[in-house]
T-cell receptor, first 115, second 114 residues
Framework: DAGVTQTPRHEVAEKGQTIILKCEPV?????LFWYRQTKIQGLELLSY????????DGGAFKDRFKAEMLNSSFSTLKIQPTEPKDSAVYLC?????????????FGEGSKLTVL | GDSVTQTEGLVTLTKGLPVMLNCTYQ??????LFWYVQHLNEAPKLLLK?????KRTEHQGFYATLHKSSSSFHLQKSSVQLSDSALYFC?????????????FGAGTKLTIKP
């Protein structure tokens, strides 16, 4: 079975640009997560979808970060406008437990560098 | 709110030695605890999970026991290998909230030297 697929793996953006990161969850999984990973802050939740409904929008990330789940097999994370402090690895994860506690399956991440 | 504490940010060991990575937590409910491992430039993967008090769980030579009395879920291995060099995350999930509320620790970077 295919795991979680994230594209692009690497993205370099100028400050102020709009970038879109993409995620395909494990087929049949109905929970999808976006995390930001940095050495200082560790894993920070950006968004959580359950059956395509946004359940958690990450509070502090609302202003310039927007995640969408257009269908059960595809999600995007838009950052607009980008700032140098957004440089991080963005991880997508999915789970097949219908909201109940379960194992997360992570993608390899999209490494964003904002100049 | 819930919290997970991993006291060691960096651990460096020589191959063949034992290791224990600390994980303690705070929560109101009876939680699920997880250890995830992330090798360099790879996706984090589940290593261990448990919700049963005082029961040892093992996988790939690693083991951990959930102790609710001390709110701990320390990760151990009796003899580390070079391939164990990775970032290790402890995570907690409240069954009441399920996947809606997962709390990760800051992570421990384990480096194994020859």
């Amino acid at each position: 079975d295919a795991g979680v697929t994230q594209t692009p793996r690497h993205e370099v953006a100028e400050k102020g640009q709009t970038i879109i990161l993409k995620c395909e969850p494990v087929s049949g999984h109905n929970d999808l997560f976006w995390y930001r990973q940095t050495k200082i802050q560790g894993l920070e939740l950006l968004s959580y979808f359950r059956s395509k409904s946004l359940m958690e929008d990450g509070g502090a990330f609302k202003d310039r970060f927007k995640a969408e789940m257009l269908n059960s097999s595809f999600s995007t994370l838009k950052i607009q406008p980008t700032e140098p402090k957004d440089s991080a690895v963005y991880l997508c994860a999915s789970s097949g437990t219908g909201g109940l506690t379960g194992q997360l399956y992570f993608g390899e991440g999209s490494k964003l560098t904002v100049l | 709110g819930d919290s997970v504490t991993q006291t060691e940010g960096l651990v460096t060991l020589t191959k063949g030695l034992p290791v224990m990575l600390n994980c303690t937590y705070q929560t109101t409910y009876s939680p699920f605890l997880f250890w995830y491992v992330q090798h360099l430039n790879e996706a984090p993967k589940l290593l261990l999970k448990s919700s049963t008090d005082n029961k040892r769980t093992e996988h790939q030579g690693f083991y951990a026991t959930l102790h609710k009395s001390s709110s701990s879920f320390h990760l151990q291995k009796s003899s580390v290998q070079l391939s164990d060099s990775a970032l290790y995350f402890c995570a907690l999930s409240d069954p009441y909230y399920g996947n809606e509320k997962i709390t990760f620790g800051a992570g421990t970077k384990l480096t194994i030297k020859p």
